[in-house]
Protein backbone atom coordinates (compact mmCIF):
# COMPACT_ATOMS: atom_id res chain seq x y z
CA UNK A 1 0.00 0.00 0.00
CA UNK A 2 2.88 2.79 0.79
CA UNK A 3 4.51 2.00 -2.85
CA UNK A 4 1.38 2.31 -4.20
CA UNK A 5 0.81 5.64 -2.68
CA UNK A 6 3.85 6.98 -3.12
CA UNK A 7 4.28 6.08 -7.04
CA UNK A 8 0.66 7.39 -8.14
CA UNK A 9 1.61 10.54 -5.66
CA UNK A 10 4.56 11.33 -7.67
CA UNK A 11 3.01 10.57 -11.13
CA UNK A 12 0.15 13.09 -10.02
CA UNK A 13 2.49 15.41 -8.89
CA UNK A 14 5.01 15.16 -12.04
CA UNK A 15 2.47 15.45 -14.80
CA UNK A 16 -0.69 17.74 -13.20
CA UNK A 17 -0.10 19.56 -10.20
CA UNK A 18 3.78 20.37 -10.90
CA UNK A 19 3.22 21.96 -14.39
CA UNK A 20 0.04 23.58 -12.83
CA UNK A 21 2.10 25.21 -10.20
CA UNK A 22 4.57 26.51 -12.67
CA UNK A 23 2.48 28.45 -15.38
CA UNK A 24 0.89 29.80 -11.86
CA UNK A 25 3.96 31.32 -10.90
CA UNK A 26 4.65 32.71 -14.50
CA UNK A 27 1.40 34.23 -14.58
CA UNK A 28 0.97 37.28 -13.99
CA UNK A 29 -3.01 37.38 -14.00
CA UNK A 30 -3.89 39.77 -10.59
CA UNK A 31 -5.93 37.44 -8.33
CA UNK A 32 -5.62 33.69 -7.21
CA UNK A 33 -8.04 32.27 -9.69
CA UNK A 34 -7.55 33.90 -12.38
CA UNK A 35 -3.59 33.13 -12.49
CA UNK A 36 -5.37 29.50 -11.78
CA UNK A 37 -7.02 29.88 -14.77
CA UNK A 38 -4.50 30.86 -16.47
CA UNK A 39 -2.05 28.22 -15.92
CA UNK A 40 -5.10 25.80 -17.17
CA UNK A 41 -5.32 27.67 -20.07
CA UNK A 42 -1.51 27.45 -20.83
CA UNK A 43 -1.88 23.55 -20.42
CA UNK A 44 -5.04 22.59 -22.15
CA UNK A 45 -3.44 21.98 -25.61
CA UNK A 46 -0.55 19.38 -24.07
CA UNK A 47 -4.11 17.93 -21.76
CA UNK A 48 -6.26 18.07 -24.45
CA UNK A 49 -3.63 15.62 -26.63
CA UNK A 50 -2.30 13.55 -23.92
CA UNK A 51 -6.28 12.70 -22.84
CA UNK A 52 -7.23 11.96 -26.82
CA UNK A 53 -4.60 9.88 -27.63
CA UNK A 54 -5.38 8.11 -24.10
CA UNK A 55 -9.45 7.55 -24.76
CA UNK A 56 -8.94 6.74 -28.71
CA UNK A 57 -5.98 4.36 -27.73
CA UNK A 58 -8.73 2.76 -25.24
CA UNK A 59 -11.50 2.35 -27.42
CA UNK A 60 -9.73 0.27 -29.73
CA UNK A 61 -8.13 -1.87 -27.25
CA UNK A 62 -11.48 -2.41 -25.40
CA UNK A 63 -13.32 -2.85 -29.38
CA UNK A 64 -10.57 -5.29 -29.75
CA UNK A 65 -10.90 -7.36 -26.48
CA UNK A 66 -7.27 -6.84 -25.79
CA UNK A 67 -7.56 -4.88 -23.16
CA UNK A 68 -9.90 -4.15 -19.94
CA UNK A 69 -10.40 -1.87 -17.40
CA UNK A 70 -8.51 -3.18 -14.59
CA UNK A 71 -5.59 -3.38 -16.98
CA UNK A 72 -5.27 0.14 -17.40
CA UNK A 73 -3.26 1.43 -14.81
CA UNK A 74 -0.21 -1.74 -15.86
CA UNK A 75 -0.81 -0.01 -19.05
CA UNK A 76 -0.31 3.75 -17.83
CA UNK A 77 2.78 2.12 -15.52
CA UNK A 78 4.25 0.79 -18.50
CA UNK A 79 3.99 3.56 -20.69
CA UNK A 80 5.18 5.60 -18.17
CA UNK A 81 8.17 3.84 -17.38
CA UNK A 82 9.17 2.89 -21.00
CA UNK A 83 9.11 7.02 -21.95
CA UNK A 84 11.18 7.13 -18.36
CA UNK A 85 13.25 4.31 -19.62
CA UNK A 86 14.38 5.98 -23.27
CA UNK A 87 15.20 9.42 -22.10
CA UNK A 88 16.99 7.83 -19.13
CA UNK A 89 19.57 5.92 -21.39
CA UNK A 90 19.95 9.30 -23.48
CA UNK A 91 20.98 11.02 -19.93
CA UNK A 92 22.56 8.00 -18.12
CA UNK A 93 24.92 7.45 -21.18
CA UNK A 94 26.20 10.95 -21.59
CA UNK A 95 26.99 11.16 -17.73
CA UNK A 96 28.61 8.46 -17.90
CA UNK A 97 31.07 9.41 -20.16
CA UNK A 98 31.26 13.45 -19.06
CA UNK A 99 31.37 12.79 -15.93
CA UNK A 100 35.01 11.49 -15.72
CA UNK A 101 35.76 13.62 -18.25
CA UNK A 102 35.13 16.87 -16.60
CA UNK A 103 36.93 15.68 -13.67
CA UNK A 104 40.11 15.24 -15.65
CA UNK A 105 39.40 18.63 -16.99
CA UNK A 106 39.59 20.27 -13.70
CA UNK A 107 42.47 18.32 -12.57
CA UNK A 108 44.48 20.91 -14.45
CA UNK A 109 44.05 24.16 -13.19
CA UNK A 110 45.76 25.84 -16.30
CA UNK A 111 44.11 25.04 -19.34
CA UNK A 112 40.19 25.10 -16.97
CA UNK A 113 41.50 29.00 -16.41
CA UNK A 114 40.59 29.26 -19.99
CA UNK A 115 37.29 27.69 -19.74
CA UNK A 116 36.24 29.87 -17.02
CA UNK A 117 37.54 32.82 -18.72
CA UNK A 118 35.32 31.74 -21.78
CA UNK A 119 32.36 31.05 -19.30
CA UNK A 120 32.39 34.64 -17.81
CA UNK A 121 32.71 36.28 -21.10
CA UNK A 122 29.34 34.16 -22.52
CA UNK A 123 27.86 34.83 -18.96
CA UNK A 124 28.42 38.09 -19.71
CA UNK A 125 27.01 38.31 -22.87
CA UNK A 126 23.64 36.92 -21.82
CA UNK A 127 23.58 39.45 -19.07
CA UNK A 128 23.80 42.11 -21.10
CA UNK A 129 20.72 40.55 -22.92
CA UNK A 130 18.87 40.40 -20.27
CA UNK A 131 19.63 44.10 -19.22
CA UNK A 132 18.33 45.71 -22.57
CA UNK A 133 15.01 43.55 -21.50
CA UNK A 134 14.90 44.59 -18.60
CA UNK A 135 15.69 48.04 -18.95
CA UNK A 136 12.61 47.88 -21.98
CA UNK A 137 10.15 46.43 -19.54
CA UNK A 138 10.73 49.44 -17.33
CA UNK A 139 10.40 51.57 -20.29
CA UNK A 140 7.55 49.69 -21.67
CA UNK A 141 5.83 49.70 -18.37
CA UNK A 142 5.93 53.57 -17.12
CA UNK A 143 5.02 54.24 -21.40
CA UNK A 144 1.74 51.98 -20.05
CA UNK A 145 1.06 53.88 -17.11
CA UNK A 146 1.44 57.50 -18.95
CA UNK A 147 -1.14 55.75 -21.68
CA UNK A 148 -3.70 54.92 -18.57
CA UNK A 149 -5.70 57.98 -17.06
CA UNK A 150 -6.05 58.14 -13.52
CA UNK A 151 -9.59 58.56 -14.21
CA UNK A 152 -9.86 54.87 -14.87
CA UNK A 153 -11.04 52.96 -11.69
CA UNK A 154 -10.30 49.64 -13.50
CA UNK A 155 -6.80 49.81 -15.50
CA UNK A 156 -5.38 52.32 -13.14
CA UNK A 157 -5.00 50.47 -10.06
CA UNK A 158 -3.98 47.59 -11.73
CA UNK A 159 -1.42 49.38 -13.76
CA UNK A 160 0.23 50.71 -10.49
CA UNK A 161 0.45 47.23 -9.32
CA UNK A 162 2.64 46.27 -12.13
CA UNK A 163 4.94 49.42 -11.18
CA UNK A 164 4.63 48.58 -7.80
CA UNK A 165 5.64 44.96 -8.46
CA UNK A 166 8.61 46.62 -10.80
CA UNK A 167 9.57 48.94 -7.41
CA UNK A 168 9.51 45.86 -5.26
CA UNK A 169 11.09 43.23 -7.16
CA UNK A 170 13.53 44.63 -9.97
CA UNK A 171 17.20 45.48 -9.44
CA UNK A 172 16.56 48.69 -11.09
CA UNK A 173 14.44 50.85 -9.06
CA UNK A 174 11.95 53.60 -9.61
CA UNK A 175 9.93 55.37 -7.03
CA UNK A 176 7.75 58.29 -8.97
CA UNK A 177 6.05 58.20 -11.65
CA UNK A 178 6.00 62.19 -12.63
CA UNK A 179 9.12 61.77 -14.99
CA UNK A 180 9.91 63.08 -18.47
CA UNK A 181 7.82 61.27 -20.85
CA UNK A 182 9.28 58.27 -22.33
CA UNK A 183 10.64 58.18 -25.71
CA UNK A 184 7.83 56.32 -27.27
CA UNK A 185 9.47 55.88 -30.49
CA UNK A 186 12.28 53.62 -28.98
CA UNK A 187 9.84 50.42 -28.51
CA UNK A 188 8.27 48.19 -30.88
CA UNK A 189 4.52 48.87 -31.88
CA UNK A 190 3.23 46.04 -30.13
CA UNK A 191 5.13 47.22 -26.47
CA UNK A 192 2.22 49.71 -26.62
CA UNK A 193 -0.56 47.92 -26.44
CA UNK A 194 -0.36 46.53 -22.92
CA UNK A 195 -2.55 49.10 -21.91
CA UNK A 196 -5.88 48.28 -23.76
CA UNK A 197 -7.47 45.77 -20.97
CA UNK A 198 -6.85 43.79 -18.56
CA UNK A 199 -5.39 40.77 -20.08
CA UNK A 200 -2.85 43.06 -21.50
CA UNK A 201 -1.61 44.80 -18.37
CA UNK A 202 -1.72 40.92 -17.31
CA UNK A 203 0.52 39.77 -19.87
CA UNK A 204 2.68 42.63 -19.23
CA UNK A 205 3.39 41.61 -15.63
CA UNK A 206 4.31 38.60 -16.68
CA UNK A 207 6.86 39.57 -18.86
CA UNK A 208 8.22 41.77 -16.09
CA UNK A 209 8.56 38.61 -13.77
CA UNK A 210 10.01 36.53 -16.45
CA UNK A 211 12.14 39.84 -17.10
CA UNK A 212 13.34 40.33 -13.63
CA UNK A 213 13.82 36.39 -13.19
CA UNK A 214 16.82 36.14 -15.92
CA UNK A 215 18.19 39.41 -14.98
CA UNK A 216 18.79 37.65 -11.27
CA UNK A 217 19.59 34.66 -12.77
CA UNK A 218 22.39 36.12 -15.46
CA UNK A 219 23.83 38.06 -12.89
CA UNK A 220 23.68 35.76 -10.26
CA UNK A 221 25.92 33.27 -12.92
CA UNK A 222 28.39 36.08 -14.25
CA UNK A 223 29.33 36.66 -10.95
CA UNK A 224 29.60 33.21 -9.59
CA UNK A 225 31.79 32.35 -12.92
CA UNK A 226 33.81 35.02 -12.46
CA UNK A 227 34.88 34.73 -8.91
CA UNK A 228 35.78 30.82 -9.75
CA UNK A 229 38.10 32.45 -12.79
CA UNK A 230 39.85 34.65 -10.15
CA UNK A 231 40.03 31.75 -7.62
CA UNK A 232 41.61 29.36 -10.92
CA UNK A 233 43.40 32.74 -11.34
CA UNK A 234 44.98 32.67 -7.58
CA UNK A 235 45.89 29.16 -7.86
CA UNK A 236 47.72 29.14 -10.86
CA UNK A 237 49.80 31.82 -9.68
CA UNK A 238 50.70 30.43 -6.79
CA UNK A 239 51.60 26.76 -8.69
CA UNK A 240 53.50 29.28 -11.22
CA UNK A 241 55.34 31.53 -8.00
CA UNK A 242 55.55 28.70 -5.83
CA UNK A 243 54.49 31.05 -3.38
CA UNK A 244 50.97 29.13 -1.15
CA UNK A 245 50.00 32.38 0.93
CA UNK A 246 46.30 31.70 1.43
CA UNK A 247 43.91 33.98 -0.64
CA UNK A 248 42.45 35.05 2.93
CA UNK A 249 46.00 36.67 3.80
CA UNK A 250 46.43 34.17 7.15
CA UNK A 251 49.32 32.87 8.27
CA UNK A 252 48.38 30.05 10.00
CA UNK A 253 49.60 26.49 9.13
CA UNK A 254 46.01 25.13 8.76
CA UNK A 255 45.41 27.73 6.10
CA UNK A 256 48.67 27.63 4.51
CA UNK A 257 48.43 23.85 4.05
CA UNK A 258 44.55 24.00 2.93
CA UNK A 259 45.76 26.56 0.23
CA UNK A 260 48.82 24.20 -0.59
CA UNK A 261 46.60 21.35 -0.91
CA UNK A 262 44.49 23.46 -3.62
CA UNK A 263 47.18 24.21 -5.68
CA UNK A 264 48.58 20.97 -5.43
CA UNK A 265 47.23 17.89 -3.98
CA UNK A 266 43.53 18.51 -4.99
CA UNK A 267 44.80 18.26 -9.00
CA UNK A 268 45.75 14.74 -7.99
CA UNK A 269 42.98 13.85 -6.00
CA UNK A 270 40.68 14.41 -9.37
CA UNK A 271 42.97 12.69 -11.88
CA UNK A 272 42.08 9.54 -8.86
CA UNK A 273 38.42 10.64 -9.36
CA UNK A 274 38.11 10.48 -13.04
CA UNK A 275 39.83 7.68 -12.96
CA UNK A 276 37.52 5.44 -10.79
CA UNK A 277 34.69 7.15 -12.52
CA UNK A 278 36.07 5.98 -15.72
CA UNK A 279 35.79 2.22 -13.78
CA UNK A 280 32.83 2.64 -12.68
CA UNK A 281 30.89 4.13 -15.85
CA UNK A 282 32.60 0.78 -17.28
CA UNK A 283 31.45 -1.48 -15.17
CA UNK A 284 27.44 -0.17 -15.43
CA UNK A 285 28.22 -0.24 -19.10
CA UNK A 286 29.03 -3.95 -18.85
CA UNK A 287 26.31 -4.39 -16.21
CA UNK A 288 23.30 -2.82 -18.42
CA UNK A 289 24.94 -4.44 -21.50
CA UNK A 290 24.30 -8.29 -19.80
CA UNK A 291 20.87 -7.68 -18.55
CA UNK A 292 19.97 -10.11 -20.53
CA UNK A 293 21.88 -12.97 -19.60
CA UNK A 294 20.04 -12.81 -15.88
CA UNK A 295 21.68 -14.71 -13.12
CA UNK A 296 22.62 -18.17 -15.30
CA UNK A 297 25.36 -16.68 -15.65
CA UNK A 298 25.55 -13.59 -13.58
CA UNK A 299 27.65 -11.33 -15.67
CA UNK A 300 27.02 -8.28 -13.50
CA UNK A 301 29.77 -7.35 -10.86
CA UNK A 302 27.56 -5.58 -8.58
CA UNK A 303 25.17 -8.06 -8.58
CA UNK A 304 28.02 -10.57 -7.82
CA UNK A 305 29.70 -8.27 -4.76
CA UNK A 306 25.75 -8.01 -3.76
CA UNK A 307 24.60 -11.43 -3.68
CA UNK A 308 27.83 -12.87 -2.21
CA UNK A 309 27.73 -10.72 0.67
CA UNK A 310 23.92 -10.54 1.17
CA UNK A 311 23.97 -12.60 3.80
CA UNK A 312 27.29 -11.45 5.88
CA UNK A 313 27.28 -7.90 6.15
CA UNK A 314 24.27 -5.63 6.12
CA UNK A 315 26.32 -2.17 6.06
CA UNK A 316 28.53 -3.49 3.28
CA UNK A 317 25.39 -4.57 1.13
CA UNK A 318 24.18 -1.77 1.86
CA UNK A 319 27.10 0.33 0.64
CA UNK A 320 27.05 -1.73 -2.67
CA UNK A 321 23.54 -1.04 -3.43
CA UNK A 322 24.19 2.77 -2.61
CA UNK A 323 27.05 3.89 -4.50
CA UNK A 324 26.52 2.41 -7.77
CA UNK A 325 22.78 4.23 -7.52
CA UNK A 326 24.27 7.04 -6.38
CA UNK A 327 26.67 7.22 -9.38
CA UNK A 328 23.73 6.44 -11.83
CA UNK A 329 21.49 9.36 -10.42
CA UNK A 330 24.62 11.78 -10.77
CA UNK A 331 25.29 11.02 -14.26
CA UNK A 332 21.55 11.10 -15.31
CA UNK A 333 20.40 14.53 -13.69
CA UNK A 334 24.12 16.20 -14.50
CA UNK A 335 22.96 15.46 -18.51
CA UNK A 336 19.77 16.37 -17.90
CA UNK A 337 20.94 20.07 -17.10
CA UNK A 338 23.10 20.10 -19.68
CA UNK A 339 20.61 19.76 -22.53
CA UNK A 340 20.24 23.49 -24.61
CA UNK A 341 16.57 22.84 -24.10
CA UNK A 342 16.98 23.48 -20.01
CA UNK A 343 19.72 26.52 -20.43
CA UNK A 344 17.37 28.95 -19.61
CA UNK A 345 16.10 26.64 -16.48
CA UNK A 346 19.60 26.92 -15.05
CA UNK A 347 20.23 26.49 -11.57
CA UNK A 348 22.11 29.37 -9.64
CA UNK A 349 22.53 29.37 -6.01
CA UNK A 350 20.89 32.06 -4.56
CA UNK A 351 19.18 33.57 -7.91
CA UNK A 352 17.03 30.83 -9.17
CA UNK A 353 13.47 31.32 -10.17
CA UNK A 354 11.11 29.27 -8.31
CA UNK A 355 9.82 28.20 -11.91
CA UNK A 356 13.38 26.62 -12.58
CA UNK A 357 13.16 24.67 -8.92
CA UNK A 358 9.95 23.65 -9.75
CA UNK A 359 10.81 21.88 -13.25
CA UNK A 360 13.85 20.43 -11.24
CA UNK A 361 11.18 18.73 -8.72
CA UNK A 362 9.38 17.46 -11.54
CA UNK A 363 12.27 15.85 -13.63
CA UNK A 364 13.38 14.10 -10.63
CA UNK A 365 10.28 12.70 -9.76
CA UNK A 366 9.26 11.52 -13.02
CA UNK A 367 12.49 9.75 -13.69
CA UNK A 368 13.40 8.13 -10.42
CA UNK A 369 11.32 5.41 -10.77
CA UNK A 370 12.26 3.91 -13.85
CA UNK A 371 15.92 4.94 -13.03
CA UNK A 372 15.41 2.90 -10.14
CA UNK A 373 13.58 -0.52 -11.56
CA UNK A 374 16.33 0.04 -14.13
CA UNK A 375 18.96 -0.08 -11.36
CA UNK A 376 16.84 -3.52 -9.86
CA UNK A 377 17.81 -5.01 -13.26
CA UNK A 378 21.69 -3.68 -13.27
CA UNK A 379 21.97 -5.99 -9.95
CA UNK A 380 19.81 -8.47 -11.15
CA UNK A 381 17.21 -8.04 -7.97
CA UNK A 382 14.36 -8.95 -10.32
CA UNK A 383 14.75 -12.20 -9.80
CA UNK A 384 15.87 -12.41 -6.40
CA UNK A 385 13.83 -14.16 -4.15
CA UNK A 386 13.86 -14.25 -0.50
CA UNK A 387 11.36 -17.17 1.24
CA UNK A 388 9.68 -17.15 -2.00
CA UNK A 389 8.66 -13.39 -2.23
CA UNK A 390 9.91 -10.83 -4.25
CA UNK A 391 10.54 -7.05 -3.62
CA UNK A 392 7.27 -4.83 -3.32
CA UNK A 393 8.73 -2.88 -5.98
CA UNK A 394 9.30 -5.62 -8.67
CA UNK A 395 6.12 -7.45 -7.78
CA UNK A 396 4.40 -4.33 -8.82
CA UNK A 397 5.76 -3.29 -11.59
CA UNK A 398 6.93 -6.52 -12.64
CA UNK A 399 3.13 -7.64 -13.01
CA UNK A 400 2.44 -4.16 -14.69
CA UNK A 401 4.59 -5.64 -17.43
CA UNK A 402 3.42 -8.55 -17.88
CA UNK A 403 0.04 -7.97 -19.42
CA UNK A 404 1.84 -5.28 -21.94
CA UNK A 405 3.51 -6.54 -25.00
CA UNK A 406 6.66 -5.13 -26.57
CA UNK A 407 6.74 -2.29 -23.68
CA UNK A 408 6.84 -4.91 -21.20
CA UNK A 409 9.27 -6.81 -19.44
CA UNK A 410 11.56 -8.02 -22.61
CA UNK A 411 11.73 -3.81 -22.97
CA UNK A 412 13.62 -3.45 -19.79
CA UNK A 413 15.85 -6.15 -20.85
CA UNK A 414 16.99 -5.46 -23.77
CA UNK A 415 16.63 -1.69 -24.78
CA UNK A 416 19.50 -1.04 -22.49
CA UNK A 417 21.90 -2.76 -24.92
CA UNK A 418 21.75 0.61 -26.93
CA UNK A 419 23.60 2.18 -24.17
CA UNK A 420 26.84 0.82 -25.97
CA UNK A 421 26.55 2.44 -29.32
CA UNK A 422 25.47 5.64 -27.55
CA UNK A 423 28.50 5.28 -24.93
CA UNK A 424 30.69 4.83 -28.32
CA UNK A 425 29.49 7.52 -30.28
CA UNK A 426 29.89 9.82 -27.37
CA UNK A 427 33.39 8.85 -26.36
CA UNK A 428 34.80 9.41 -29.74
CA UNK A 429 33.19 12.43 -30.41
CA UNK A 430 31.20 11.14 -33.00
CA UNK A 431 27.54 12.16 -31.30
CA UNK A 432 27.74 16.05 -31.59
CA UNK A 433 28.12 15.28 -35.38
CA UNK A 434 25.42 13.13 -35.72
CA UNK A 435 23.20 15.51 -33.87
CA UNK A 436 23.93 18.20 -35.91
CA UNK A 437 22.64 15.67 -39.05
CA UNK A 438 19.55 14.12 -37.73
CA UNK A 439 18.91 17.03 -34.69
CA UNK A 440 18.63 20.67 -35.81
CA UNK A 441 16.69 21.87 -32.52
CA UNK A 442 19.65 22.62 -30.10
CA UNK A 443 16.97 22.00 -27.31
CA UNK A 444 17.71 18.26 -27.90
CA UNK A 445 21.69 18.47 -28.09
CA UNK A 446 24.19 18.67 -24.95
CA UNK A 447 26.18 21.75 -24.22
CA UNK A 448 29.70 20.80 -25.15
CA UNK A 449 32.54 22.63 -23.37
CA UNK A 450 34.27 24.44 -26.02
CA UNK A 451 36.44 27.20 -25.13
CA UNK A 452 36.39 29.72 -28.11
CA UNK A 453 39.12 32.87 -28.10
CA UNK A 454 36.37 35.39 -28.28
CA UNK A 455 34.95 34.43 -25.14
CA UNK A 456 37.64 33.62 -23.70
CA UNK A 457 39.84 36.97 -23.97
CA UNK A 458 36.52 38.50 -23.16
CA UNK A 459 36.07 36.73 -20.12
CA UNK A 460 39.60 37.75 -18.98
CA UNK A 461 39.11 41.61 -19.40
CA UNK A 462 36.31 40.95 -17.85
CA UNK A 463 38.19 39.51 -14.81
CA UNK A 464 40.99 41.96 -14.88
CA UNK A 465 37.85 44.68 -14.62
CA UNK A 466 36.33 43.18 -11.59
CA UNK A 467 39.61 42.44 -9.78
CA UNK A 468 40.64 46.45 -10.58
CA UNK A 469 37.11 47.09 -9.29
CA UNK A 470 37.60 44.92 -6.02
CA UNK A 471 40.82 46.89 -5.59
CA UNK A 472 38.98 50.27 -6.01
CA UNK A 473 36.57 48.98 -2.81
CA UNK A 474 33.60 47.61 -5.30
CA UNK A 475 32.20 44.34 -5.09
CA UNK A 476 32.95 41.08 -7.88
CA UNK A 477 30.21 42.97 -10.65
CA UNK A 478 31.30 45.97 -10.19
CA UNK A 479 33.30 45.68 -13.58
CA UNK A 480 30.82 45.44 -15.97
CA UNK A 481 28.55 48.54 -17.32
CA UNK A 482 25.55 47.77 -17.59
CA UNK A 483 22.56 49.33 -16.78
CA UNK A 484 19.91 47.77 -14.05
CA UNK A 485 22.83 45.86 -12.26
CA UNK A 486 22.31 45.38 -8.73
CA UNK A 487 25.78 44.47 -7.07
CA UNK A 488 27.44 46.49 -3.64
CA UNK A 489 23.63 47.58 -2.74
CA UNK A 490 21.59 45.25 -4.51
CA UNK A 491 19.42 42.31 -4.34
CA UNK A 492 22.19 39.79 -3.09
CA UNK A 493 23.12 40.65 0.49
CA UNK A 494 25.91 38.11 -0.36
CA UNK A 495 27.80 40.19 -2.71
CA UNK A 496 28.44 42.88 0.10
CA UNK A 497 29.34 40.28 2.66
CA UNK A 498 31.67 38.64 0.26
CA UNK A 499 33.35 41.64 -1.72
CA UNK A 500 36.05 41.92 1.51
CA UNK A 501 37.38 38.13 1.13
CA UNK A 502 37.25 38.52 -2.98
CA UNK A 503 39.97 41.91 -2.54
CA UNK A 504 41.63 40.22 -0.02
CA UNK A 505 42.39 37.62 -2.30
CA UNK A 506 43.26 40.35 -4.94
CA UNK A 507 45.14 42.29 -2.67
CA UNK A 508 47.28 38.23 -1.59
CA UNK A 509 48.14 37.91 -5.64
CA UNK A 510 49.70 41.41 -6.20
CA UNK A 511 51.73 41.01 -2.53
CA UNK A 512 52.76 37.38 -4.19
CA UNK A 513 53.58 38.70 -7.21
CA UNK A 514 55.58 41.83 -5.62
CA UNK A 515 57.59 38.93 -3.00
CA UNK A 516 59.06 37.04 -6.21
CA UNK A 517 60.05 40.24 -7.82
CA UNK A 518 58.86 38.85 -11.18
CA UNK A 519 55.33 38.80 -13.01
CA UNK A 520 53.78 35.59 -14.28
CA UNK A 521 52.87 35.88 -18.07
CA UNK A 522 49.23 36.48 -17.02
CA UNK A 523 50.04 38.83 -14.14
CA UNK A 524 52.50 40.92 -16.97
CA UNK A 525 49.44 41.18 -19.39
CA UNK A 526 47.60 41.92 -16.36
CA UNK A 527 49.52 44.86 -15.33
CA UNK A 528 48.25 47.30 -18.57
CA UNK A 529 44.81 46.42 -18.70
CA UNK A 530 44.28 47.37 -15.05
CA UNK A 531 45.52 50.81 -15.67
CA UNK A 532 43.76 51.05 -18.73
CA UNK A 533 40.93 49.63 -17.22
CA UNK A 534 41.17 52.54 -14.73
CA UNK A 535 41.80 55.27 -16.93
CA UNK A 536 39.05 54.27 -19.39
CA UNK A 537 36.25 54.01 -16.33
CA UNK A 538 37.12 57.64 -15.45
CA UNK A 539 37.73 59.40 -18.99
CA UNK A 540 34.39 57.90 -20.89
CA UNK A 541 32.26 60.98 -21.31
CA UNK A 542 29.17 59.07 -21.22
CA UNK A 543 28.29 55.57 -20.58
CA UNK A 544 26.50 54.19 -23.30
CA UNK A 545 23.84 52.60 -20.69
CA UNK A 546 23.50 55.97 -19.45
CA UNK A 547 22.82 57.23 -23.25
CA UNK A 548 20.10 55.12 -23.58
CA UNK A 549 18.61 56.24 -20.43
CA UNK A 550 18.45 59.68 -21.73
CA UNK A 551 17.08 58.39 -24.78
CA UNK A 552 14.13 56.86 -22.96
CA UNK A 553 13.81 59.58 -19.99
CA UNK A 554 14.59 62.76 -22.07
CA UNK A 555 17.00 65.73 -20.96
CA UNK A 556 16.02 67.83 -18.20
CA UNK A 557 18.82 70.77 -19.16
CA UNK A 558 21.29 68.67 -18.13
CA UNK A 559 22.51 65.09 -18.11
CA UNK A 560 20.91 62.78 -15.17
CA UNK A 561 22.98 60.95 -12.68
CA UNK A 562 22.76 57.64 -11.88
CA UNK A 563 24.43 57.20 -8.89
CA UNK A 564 24.81 53.99 -6.50
CA UNK A 565 22.56 53.05 -4.34
CA UNK A 566 23.23 54.71 -0.92
CA UNK A 567 25.07 57.96 -1.72
CA UNK A 568 25.20 60.85 -3.97
CA UNK A 569 23.50 64.17 -2.36
CA UNK A 570 20.57 63.48 -0.56
CA UNK A 571 21.41 59.90 -0.01
CA UNK A 572 17.96 58.71 -2.92
CA UNK A 573 17.92 62.20 -4.22
CA UNK A 574 17.81 63.11 -8.01
CA UNK A 575 21.68 64.86 -8.54
CA UNK A 576 21.47 66.87 -12.00
CA UNK A 577 25.05 67.03 -13.78
CA UNK A 578 25.76 69.63 -15.98
CA UNK A 579 26.69 68.25 -19.93
CA UNK A 580 30.54 66.68 -19.79
CA UNK A 581 30.65 65.52 -16.13
CA UNK A 582 30.32 62.22 -15.35
CA UNK A 583 29.43 60.16 -12.25
CA UNK A 584 31.63 56.89 -11.67
CA UNK A 585 30.21 53.49 -12.79
CA UNK A 586 29.15 51.11 -10.55
CA UNK A 587 27.79 47.79 -10.63
CA UNK A 588 24.39 48.60 -8.51
CA UNK A 589 22.39 51.79 -10.25
CA UNK A 590 19.46 53.08 -9.26
CA UNK A 591 17.32 55.10 -11.36
CA UNK A 592 17.18 58.41 -9.11
Excluded at 251 to 269: E, L, M
Excluded at 312 to 334: D, G, H, K, N, S
Excluded at 350 to 359: D, F, I, V
Excluded at 400 to 424: E, H, K, R
Aim: glycine share 8%; net charge positive; with cysteine.
Amino acid sequence: MLWTISYWSTQVLTWALIPIMQNYVVSGAFSVLKRLGDALHRLWLFYLVIITLCIIGGIVALLTHRLQLSTVPALVVTLSNAYGLFVIIALLGYGLVEVPRTLWRRSFPESRLKWHYHRVGRSAEKLADASTELEKVLAIALATTQQIPRSDAHLRPLSDAVVKYLELYSPVHFTVLGRPRVNIDLLDESDLDYASDEAGLARLRARCKAAIAHFVGCRGEYVINARRAMHLQAVCKSRSLGVYTPPSGSASWAATGGWYYTCNIRPWVLCLQALLAVATSATIIWAEATIGSGRSPDLSPFSLAIHTRVARREFLEQLIVAAPLAYMCACTYFSLFKLGNFGFYHMVPGATWSRSLLLSGSLLARFAAPLCYNFLHVIRMNEYLKDGQQMVFIAKMGSAFQDVPILGQSFNTWFPLLLVVYVLLLTFNLWEQCASKFFISEAVRFDVERADDEHSSKGQRLVLAEQDALLRGGAVGDGIDLFGVSGSEGRDPSAAASAGSDRQQVAVQMAMTEKRGRWSPHAAHAAPQIASAGRNKDDVARPASEARIDDLFGDLGGRRAFTPAGTGPGNGEQRLLPPGQTSSSSFSWKLR
